[in-house]
């Protein structure tokens, strides 16, 4: 009895025993009166909607499914100190007998507030940055396209052909680029885009670039839906580029 009862007031986890039944708290460790900032005595004469006033009904409702199934567990549920506020808690629950034809639920609760806290920061930060990379690849793009029509005006300005077709060339190269920023921009993973996709768009723009092609010339993609990272897709659409060209 002895080595059992050091488990129950040394363990780092708190740990409270209550009867569903009548909403009582039986027991509670020290962990437990650390964490809810109440004394044994006054745990005692707590009930179960003292601690856990806004999930009170999903406490419970898992109560019941635990004395029928002997355990069970939740994620997260939030319970309320002494002096008002919220930790929110693991939740690990088994059945115990408690007399001959009545049981009653031993309940492990981990604080998990500083944790949720910190990856809540962290999400935060995450969505931040996701913000400013759509903001550089929508840049990038809308820079890239610029520059794509500041060369298509100045093959008004130019009667030789062949300087008419090194700009065009150049122009395509470009929007090859501009491309794969406009497909991460719209993307919902920023780090790679579906090569595929992007080869059936580009393919289908530079064809259409050519002011004369010839009517027995038709145009076939066959392409998976590769992912790839913008450092690989960027060369890959320039080759790609040249070989349509």
């Known amino acids: ?45 707590l009930s179960l909607g003292g601690l856990f006033p806004d999930d009170l009904a999903r406490l419970q409702s898992f109560a019941l499914s635990v004395v029928a199934e002997g355990y069970g567990w939740i994620d997260e ?60 690849h929508h840049r990038v793009k809308n820079n890239l396209q610029i520059i794509s029509s500041l060369l298509s005006l100045q093959t008004r300005y130019i009667e030789d052909e062949e300087g008419v077709s090194s700009l065009n060339d150049s122009r395509t190269r470009v929007e090859s680029m501009a491309l794969v920023h406009e497909k991460l921009y719209q993307s919902e993973d920023l780090a790679q885009i579906d090569f595929g996709e992007y080869i059936h768009t580009l393919a289908s723009y530079v064809f259409d670039s050519f002011e004369s092609v010839p009517q027995a010339v038709r145009l076939r993609v066959e392409a998976d839906p590769i992912p790839m990272d913008v450092d690989v897709a960027i060369p890959s659409g320039l080759i790609v580029n040249e070989r349509i060209t």
């Not at 409270?16 to 962990?31: C, K, S, T, Y």
């Not at 309320?80 to 009653?104: F, M, N, W, Y």
């Not at 500083?114 to 550089?136: C, G, M, N, P, T």
């Open 1 to 45: 009895e002895e080595r059992f009862r050091n488990i129950f007031e040394y363990s780092n986890d708190a740990i409270v025993v209550f009867d569903p039944d009548h909403d009582e708290i039986l027991d509670a460790n020290p962990r437990a009166c650390q964490l809810l900032g109440y004394t044994h005595q006054e745990l005692g004469n």
């Open 77 to 136: 549920i939030s319970c309320q100190t002494r002096t008002g506020d919220r930790r929110d808690v693991e939740l690990s629950a088994s059945e115990i007998p408690h007399g001959p034809q009545h049981s009653c639920v031993l309940a492990l609760m981990r604080d998990i507030t500083d944790r949720k806290q910190v990856e809540a920061q962290v999400l935060a930060s995450l969505q931040e940055k996701e913000v400013l990379l759509r903001e550089i």
